[in-house]
C-alpha cells in the first residue's frame, strides 16, 4: 500500500498564478483533509472532507477550493497564489472519528 | 486563541535525559489526544492515542491527560538521537476535526 501520496513535492508559483495540489489515499478511508504548516504555527486545517460529495471548510480557508469526486483523491486549488500562501502543504486521511492521520510526504510551496 | 496551546521550544538534551513536553487545550468537549511525531522534511506520524484522562505507556514514551486542568504531557524516558524531531500534541473534537498544537522541536544531542 502507497498510504498517501501527494504531488509534487515542490512547487514555485508566481503571484497570481493558479495551481492544483493532488493527494490520493488508497487505504479506503472516509475522512481526508489539507492542512498548511508554518514556523510556529503548528498544522491549519484548510478544507475537509467526511466522504465522497461532502466537503467544508476548516480554520484557514480562504484562497483554497477542494472537490472530492472520489474517495481516493481530494485535490487542494489554489485561486489566485499570493506571497501569503508560500508554506508546507500536508494532506491526510482517517477512517472517520478516529485520531490517528495518515499524511503524506508534503508539498513545499513558494510564491514569488 | 488556538484551541491547543503548545510551547514551541526548540528543546535541547543530552542522550539519556527525560523529555518532558506540554500542551495545554481549551475545549472541554475534547476526549481523543493524540501526540504526532515529525521528523524533518516528512509528514507527521502517530506516536501516541490516548482517551479522557490517565497515563499511557508506551516503551519508553508515556502520554499524561489531566482534563481537570486540560493538560497533555509526553514524557520520553532515555532520550536517544534517533528521538530528535518535532512533537506535535492533537485532540480530536466532536466533528472529528483535528486541532494540533504549533509543535515542539527536540534536539538530543549524543
Known amino acids: 500500500n502507497a498510504g498517501v501520496t501527494q504531488t509534487p513535492k515542490f512547487q514555485v508559483l508566481k503571484t497570481g498564478q493558479s495551481m492544483t495540489l493532488q493527494c490520493a489515499q488508497d487505504?479506503?478511508?472516509?475522512?481526508m483533509s489539507w492542512y498548511r504548516q508554518d514556523p510556529g504555527m503548528g498544522l491549519r486545517l484548510i478544507h475537509y472532507?467526511?466522504?465522497?460529495?461532502?466537503?467544508d471548510q476548516g480554520e484557514v480557508p480562504n484562497g483554497y477550493n477542494v472537490s472530492r469526486s472520489t474517495t481516493e483523491d481530494f485535490p487542494l486549488r489554489l485561486l489566485s497564489a499570493a506571497p501569503s500562501q508560500t508554506s508546507v502543504y500536508f494532506c491526510?486521511?482517517?477512517?472517520?472519528?478516529?485520531?490517528?492521520?495518515?499524511f503524506g510526504q508534503g508539498t513545499r510551496l513558494t510564491v514569488v | 486563541q488556538k484551541e491547543v496551546e503548545q510551547d514551541p521550544g526548540p528543546l535541547s538534551v543530552p542522550e539519556g535525559a527525560i523529555v518532558s513536553l506540554n500542551c495545554t487545550y481549551s475545549?472541554?468537549?475534547?476526549?481523543?489526544f493524540m501526540w504526532y511525531r515529525q521528523y524533518s522534511r516528512k509528514g507527521p506520524e502517530l506516536l501516541m492515542y490516548?482517551?479522557?484522562?490517565g497515563n499511557k505507556e508506551d516503551g519508553r514514551f508515556t502520554a499524561q491527560v489531566d482534563k481537570s486542568s486540560k493538560y497533555i504531557s509526553l514524557f520520553i524516558r532515555d532520550s536517544q538521537p534517533s528521538d530528535s524531531a518535532t512533537y506535535l500534541c492533537?485532540?480530536?473534537?466532536?466533528?472529528?476535526?483535528?486541532?494540533f498544537g504549533a509543535g515542539t522541536t527536540v534536539t538530543v544531542r549524543a
Open positions: 492533537a485532540s480530536l473534537s466532536n466533528d472529528y476535526k483535528l486541532s
Open positions: 491526510a486521511s482517517s477512517y472517520r472519528g478516529q485520531g490517528e492521520a495518515f
Open positions: 487505504m479506503n478511508h472516509e475522512y
Open positions: 472532507s467526511v466522504g465522497a460529495g461532502i466537503t
Open positions: 490516548t482517551y479522557s484522562s
Open positions: 475545549n472541554s468537549a475534547f476526549q481523543y
